[in-house]
């Protein structure tokens, strides 16, 4: 099953250091039922579209609780056992669109991609991690500011790159 990580750009230094990504059960984002009935589509690439928007989203939520990590969302999509995920305990079946739990740490070499923003949606991803609260709150206003953000394309990586995107390449 793909599954579709959030991290930061300290995050995913954090697993090329150590090869892997999450220490135990960590969240993740995956075409689910209830994915599949919020999104209203059958369409298996606008899904996973759909559940690395999710991923972005929660990216977002990371950086608002890292003031210190550069504005950047990061998602790491990794192909997982089926039998490695799982609806978080106690949240029913599907928590919320396309979350699920991946059971202990993915080897990151098991990564397909990483999508990361570009430098030039900083400006908006910040005041987006920003207004983050507020939106969560029903203020409109920060609402718009946070779908600023998500009008900021994820950039397609390929995992070899993962060095130059953490300031480890040649």
């Known amino acids: 099953m793909r599954v579709y990580v959030p991290l930061t750009l300290p ?20 075409v689910t039922p209830g994915l599949r009935e919020w999104y209203v589509s059958d369409d298996t690439e606008e899904l996973e579209y759909a559940a690395l ?14 003031p210190e990590a550069p504005r950047r969302r990061v998602v790491i999509a ?3 056992a ?4 799982s609806a978080g305990p ?5 928590p919320a669109p396309g979350e699920v739990r991946v059971a202990g740490a993915v080897p990151l070499g098991q990564a397909a991609s990483v999508h990361v923003d570009a430098a030039d949606a900083q400006a908006d991803v910040t005041a987006a991690a920003e207004a983050l ?6 203020d409109d206003d920060a609402q718009s500011v946070v779908d600023g953000a998500e009008d900021h394309e994820l ?11 953490v300031g480890h390449g040649d």
């Open 11 to 30: 995050g995913l230094a954090e697993a090329y250091r150590t090869g892997e990504l999450g220490a135990g059960p960590f969240v993740a984002y995956a």
């Open 53 to 66: 928007g999710r991923a972005a989203l929660a990216s977002l939520r990371l950086l608002a609780a890292e």
């Open 78 to 80: 990794v192909d997982v």
């Open 82 to 85: 089926d039998r490695a995920v």
């Open 90 to 94: 106690g949240r029913g079946p599907d």
């Open 133 to 138: 609260p507020a939106a969560d709150g029903g």
């Open 155 to 165: 950039l397609w990586f390929a995992t070899q790159e993962i060095a130059n995107l």
